[in-house]
């Protein structure tokens, strides 16, 4: 059972910057690869962008493609979402998610193939 916290959320403005962390607990945190997910009030939960687990690929959702960056640290059990020019629109919940990665290469997309949940941190951009 893999265990997420994240955090590093808060109230920003429109152009600031912010960087999510989430921890995990699982000592093999190498062996997963790892999402982030948003939630706004109203909307579905949407792929932000995700990272295989030896971090050699990702992906984005196209809404913050060029201005979010994905990292992972694997000798700290961390992964990162890097978020600059941050606009109004990206005001919603962030969730990381992790899932066992047989295949090293794979930066999955799709939030059913994700086993494993953090609790969220909020993400607020004022205009």
């Known amino acids: 059972q893999v265990q997420l916290v994240e955090s590093g959320g808060g109230l920003v403005q429109a152009g600031d910057s912010l960087r999510l962390s989430c921890a995990a607990s699982?000592?093999?945190?190498?062996?997963?690869?790892m999402g982030w997910f948003r939630q706004a009030p109203g909307k579905e939960r949407e792929i932000v962008a995700a990272i295989s687990l030896n971090g050699g690929n990702t992906n984005y959702a196209g809404s913050v493609k060029g201005r979010f960056t994905i990292s992972r640290d694997n000798a700290k059990n961390t992964v990162y979402l890097q978020m600059n020019s941050l606009k109004p629109e990206d005001t919603a919940v962030y969730y990381c998610a992790a899932v066992p990665s047989p295949s090293g290469s794979v930066a999955y997309i799709r939030r059913t193939e994700y086993h494993y949940w953090g609790q969220g941190t909020q993400v607020t951009v004022s205009s």
């Open positions: 699982e000592r093999t945190f190498s062996s997963y690869a």
